[in-house]
């Protein structure tokens, strides 16, 4: 049965570039523009096997999503059981913004341009991580 990915990106040509390299790779992919609609997937039992959260998005923010997923029990971050691993893809360059990101737990960091390699490997590496 083929992995499931949650994109919370509010860059359409992203999602759909994006959408094209997991599905070529086996995965299936779900796409929302925002923190908002990614909460509400989690609401209703929605849980896939990894999300990618953007950071910058308007409404809720990638990190807000991320602390009200975390708040709600929505997800359990880190290497605890029933993990949802979580790869943090952001543009922006602080070296604040990495800190505040790594206080969270998150899996994966991964700065905006990416290959679609590395982020294929990243994903395997944390799938198969959470699984095994």
């Known amino acids: ?41 989690f609401e209703n039992e929605y849980r896939p096997d990894l999300v990618i959260l953007d950071v910058e998005m308007p409404g809720m923010n990638g990190l807000t999503t991320l602390l009200n ?18 790869i943090v893809a952001t543009g922006l360059q602080s070296e604040k913004l990495r800190e505040i990101i790594s206080e969270h737990d998150v899996n994966a960091f991964l700065k905006k341009p990416y290959s679609a390699e590395e982020l294929i490997n990243k994903i395997k590496e944390l799938i198969e991580k959470e699984s095994g």
């Open 1 to 41: 049965m083929a992995k499931e990915i949650l994109v919370v990106d509010d860059d359409p040509d992203y999602c759909q570039l994006t959408r094209v390299r997991l599905e070529k790779s086996g995965f299936k992919v779900t796409i929302v523009p925002n923190g908002a609609q990614a909460l509400a997937l």
């Open 69 to 86: 997923l975390k708040v709600k029990k929505m997800v359990t971050l880190g290497n605890r059981p029933q993990a949802i691993p979580v």
